[in-house]
């Protein structure tokens, strides 16, 4: 017998999946006339407030932005959050992948934030690792969907001089990612994996 080892250098670890066949998301219907980009509501407040519920908090300011996860609107060096809310315009008909950030999945570093999407009110818990290794498979009609991503975002604003006020020592200077805002990346039908194209976004 070969034994096991806690390195898995010896047995691999046990790997496992679930799936499910599911309908297919229709389009929203109607002629309503839109224009591209997102609106978004900017939040500011506790963390653990804005961890839990950015997708309801009242807003501190209102805007739009023509690019997902912008985060040029921040004011202060506190926690804070966004709230991108539209529609995603599906260019075919197919099942859509929607992919995490590698440094939220992959636990090579504490991101020092929170990432969440939702499509058609249905929301993706963007887990670590377990959860389809930060994948999201969505059988979507062609057309409008509505569309929403929340980020709340722990760090300080200069990424290279984190803060270690918030909760016993978090975010951790040495360990957090210093990166200014993640990337929420997509492919389906004739797409290979990128960024969200803007052209897909509506409000």
């Known amino acids: ?98 992919h995490g950030p590698d440094e939220y999945i992959n636990n090579t570093c504490a991101p020092g934030y929170d990432l969440r999407v939702y499509v058609d009110g249905e929301e993706w818990c963007l887990g670590q690792v377990w959860h389809g290794r930060g994948q999201w498979s969505v059988p979507l009609e062609k057309g409008l969907h509505r569309f929403m991503v929340t980020f709340a975002d722990a760090r300080a604003r200069d990424v290279e001089n984190q803060r270690v006020d918030l909760w016993r020592g978090y975010p951790d200077p040495r360990t957090t990612w210093r990166g200014i805002a993640p990337t929420l990346e997509v492919s389906g039908p004739g797409l290979v994996r990128q960024a969200v194209p803007r052209e897909w976004l509506k409000r």
Do not use: C, H, N, Q
């Open 1 to 98: 017998d070969i034994p096991f080892t806690s390195a898995g250098t010896d047995v691999s670890a046990i790997s496992y999946g679930s799936f499910f066949k599911r309908a297919v998301k229709a389009a929203v219907a109607g002629s309503r006339e839109l224009t591209s980009g997102l609106d978004y509501d900017y939040l500011e407040g506790r963390w653990f407030g804005l961890w839990a519920y950015t997708d309801i908090l009242p807003a501190t300011a209102t805007g739009s932005t023509a690019g997902l996860l912008d985060v040029s609107m921040r004011e202060t060096d506190g926690p804070f959050a966004v709230r991108y809310r539209g529609y995603i315009d599906i260019p075919a008909a197919g099942v859509y992948t929607f």
